[in-house]
């Protein structure tokens, strides 16, 4: 870990010195290059150098151990103690500060829900959890929009597609992703049995331009009128747009706006955060062909989360967190799961790390 440290001090002068010389004044785009790589290593170097004069003061106090005043020795004794004590914790800190940066953890992100088994019940979840992810976007100050959706009579939703603005939105929530059950009385349920439904969640990075070139000759556009439920939105023009993405097959369908440019824009930006999903699942498959890294990459079948309503209960399995707090997590207050399964995968990632230096 210290030749690591070691190296990114060395990198972290480079760059202090590049962000004074001529480059940096002449080229705009190689100073803000630079700016953003100084601010990222000095999250490294501050505590690096913190860790550095701890251990110089450790030194010291452990050579007053050999003191011959029975009053300086017990001081030292004290200051060993108390230097120990941070010295491992700054180690500790280090470690998680050393594991890569997902590149996409800055990113806006698209949200999918959609009702899986369960029928009705399971479309009425699927509005829930909407409307969960909702309220914790507002909490945030964070900004939604919602690129299309199917609704259904009752309230419910068979599908709902938003975007979230957001810096950090794809940090918070890249673990949401996955299959989360529901446990309750429906309300046409007439002797008050408990049923189970599924709802599926993806939580994909807005891709980017620059990230991602979809060429035109591989997209099939198709134009139609909108429908809803009961006949309601129904329009006069073919404003609904349909994209096909011929390589993979892709599908994506917007009718939300009555116009058909905006469905189009909607649509692509779905159709791109989709793309940029298997390209970061294929890049993974590729650096690990024994696990999949949790980077964007949740398995969309696994039963990642329960939320059992007669007990008032919210349990997720992958980490074995069980919270009676239901009322308040579909209130949007998911901040204790989010920091438990954030602390949990980081953990993961720095047992691979520490495995990965030991075979090398």
Known sequence: MLEKLDGVEIRFLEIEKLLSGPKAVSDLNLYQK????????????????????????????????????PEIKELAKSEVAALTLEKNRLEEEM?????????????NIILEIRAGTGGEEA?????????????FTENRKWKLEVLSQSPTGLGGFKEIIALIHGKGAYSRLKYESGTHRVQRVPATEAQGRIHTSAVTVAVLPEAEDVELHIAQADLKFDVYRSTGPGGQSVNTTDSA???THLPTNLIVTCQDEKSQLKNKNK????????????????????RSKERKSQIGTGDRSERIRTYNFPQGRVTDHRVGLTLYKLDSILAGQIDEIVDELTAFYQTKAL??????????
């Open 95 to 107: 470690k998680y500060l050393l594991l890569p940066d997902d590149p996409n953890d800055q990113k």
């Open 123 to 135: 479309s009425l979840f699927a509005g829930d959890l909407f409307r969960m992810y909702s309220r």
């Open 267 to 286: 649509a692509m930006k779905v159709l791109r955060a989709r793309l940029l999903d298997i390209m970061i699942r294929e890049q993974d498959a590729e």
């Open 34 to 69: 630079w700016t953003k790589e100084h601010a990222e290593l000095s999250k490294v170097i501050i505590p690096y150098r913190v860790y550095k004069q701890v251990i110089h003061d450790l030194d010291e106090s452990l050579g007053l151990l050999k003191d011959t005043d």
């Open 351 to 360: 047992q691979n790390l520490e495995e990965a230096d030991v075979k090398q």
């Open 241 to 243: 747009v349909r994209i």
